[in-house]
């Protein structure tokens, strides 16, 4: 082989090498940084509730990556993203990061807040791990990370008692009188606070289901009925469960609770304790 070529083999076989022990020894930080400077990871959050009941078109899901690792100090905010909500829950969010922003030491969990006109609806209340069991960034990302919000005390709650452990008695339906149903008994409902549970008799059959409550918006979620057939009283049942169907606000005066269809229409008046 001519020397020139043989020297030149040796000094491309040299600078190879010297790249080579580069590409291995990328430990650093700073080199670290450098090469993730135009990355962007991504995680993806399913955040739910166990309430069965739908938000108003003005609430706002806030869902946060942070590092919670230090003691006694508050957490590190990697990333948030905050979205309105217009749809059922579950609400998948997707959450870009960087990942030079992530330390071999960090904790990294994902929380999540709902609000409503400034006020606090529900939240997080545990640590939901972004990466493996405990949040370690080692761990491959949890796909998704699964949130679970809690209802919290508010403007629903204080409003709610106004009219939920009352008995309210059917009086009319869309303004006539409603009339009686079987066994000579007059509809009802009672709305339970503490579980947002309606509950009552339709007509004919027991009916129980869940409510949403928040200031004067007023919705039933689906019915479930005991399925007695009566001789009397199943067109009063269907009437009043369409009623309930389409209920959306509420007000309350001298005893009646009025109910009222998204046009405003009241759809049904029942009465305190009557009956």
């Not at 291995?24 to 135009?38: A, G, H, L, P």
């Not at 069965?52 to 869902?63: D, H, N, Q």
């Not at 204080?158 to 009086?171: D, F, H, K, P, Y």
């Not at 009188?177 to 606070?193: F, K, S």
Request: glycine content about 10%.
């Amino acid at each position: 082989m001519p020397r020139s070529t043989t020297a030149g083999a040796m000094m491309l076989l040299a600078s190879f090498g010297c790249q080579s022990g580069e590409a291995t020894e990328t430990t650093s930080d700073d080199v670290s940084s450098s090469r993730e400077t135009n990355s962007v990871g991504e995680l993806h959050v399913e955040v739910f509730y166990r309430e069965r009941m739908l938000l108003p078109p003005t609430a706002i899901l806030e869902v946060v990556l942070e590092d919670g690792a230090k003691m006694d100090v508050a957490a590190e905010l990697i990333t948030k993203k905050t979205m309105p909500l217009n749809t059922a829950p579950p609400y998948r969010v997707t959450l870009e990061y960087a990942p030079s922003k992530l330390q071999d030491r960090g904790r990294y969990g994902v929380r999540a807040r709902i609000e409503n006109d400034g006020q606090l609806m529900f939240t997080s209340t545990q640590f939901n791990p972004a990466f493996g069991a405990d949040g370690s960034r080692d761990s491959p990302p949890n796909d998704p990370v699964q949130v679970l919000v809690r209802r919290v005390a508010g403007r629903s709650e204080t409003r709610a008692s106004s009219i939920t452990g009352t008995r309210w008695v059917l009086q009319k339906l869309r303004g006539e009188p409603a009339g009686l149903g079987a066994g000579g008994q007059a509809p009802n409902i009672t709305l339970q606070a503490a579980e947002l549970r309606v509950s009552g008799f339709a007509g004919c059959n027991q009916i129980s289901g869940g409510y949403t409550l928040d200031g004067e918006q007023l919705s039933f979620g689906q019915m479930a009925m005991t399925m007695r057939a009566c001789p009397e009283g199943m067109d009063l049942e269907r009437d009043f469960a369409k009623a309930l169907e389409e209920t959306k606000r509420y007000e309350v005066s001298d005893d009646v609770l009025r109910l009222r269809d998204e046009h405003g229409t009241v759809v049904a008046e029942l009465k305190a304790g009557s009956s």
